[in-house]
């Protein structure tokens, strides 16, 4: 289905993340994936942005103020615990290989539940990378999720198909403009 397998791979959805460590036994499994033509450095300095702003629908998700379209100098100097995208929290990384990232909110985790994320770049040659999302949700047991449940797969389908394809174009220009 679209809205919990967008643009990933049957391999894709076998291989293990870093995120199955923090949640074994999810609800749900989503996953979203994107091919990049810029090498994984450039990606995953892009990643590193996420620290302080989502990169999806702006007006929705970042209080109306535009993500940076320009590398924010220090994102990059990762360390576990930091705030991402302002209700996430970063539980592990490796360079240019993987953030993984678990909801840290109590209002959060009130509605959607626990949700762990690990953002994993596979590089494809020197000058190629394959971005592959996969998010694992143990939903709140209360009543009312239960006809919320369907909805969260399709909303965030569609925030962070938003999110993937601005990190691949802002990657890309920047791969460009390297070569230029």
């Not at 702003?53 to 615990?81: C, E, Q, V």
């Not at 209700?87 to 209002?107: N, P, V």
Request: hydrophobic share 45%; aromatic share 10%; with cysteine.
């Amino acid at each position: 289905m679209l809205a919990t397998t967008w643009g990933s791979t049957p391999a894709e959805r076998a291989h293990a993340y870093p995120c199955d460590i923090l949640l074994p036994h999810p609800d749900e499994a989503l996953f979203r994936a994107v091919d990049i033509a810029a090498p994984a450095p450039i990606v995953f300095r892009w990643l590193c942005q996420l620290r302080v702003a989502p990169y999806s629908y702006d007006w929705l998700d970042n209080g109306g103020r535009r993500s940076p379209r320009r590398l924010t100098p220090g994102l990059d100097a990762l360390a576990i615990g930091q705030r991402v995208m302002t209700i996430f929290r970063l539980t592990s990384f490796e360079r240019d290989r993987h953030l993984t990232l678990i909801l840290d909110s109590y209002a959060g985790e009130r509605i959607f539940g626990t949700v762990v994320v690990s953002y994993t770049i596979v590089p494809c040659g020197l000058d190629r990378s394959r971005l592959v999302a996969k998010l694992l949700i143990h939903h709140p047991t209360w009543g009312r999720w239960q006809a919320l449940r369907r909805l969260f797969a399709w909303g965030d389908f569609l925030m962070m198909r938003k999110q993937l394809l601005t990190l691949k174009a802002l990657a890309e220009d920047m791969a460009r403009r390297a070569l230029a």
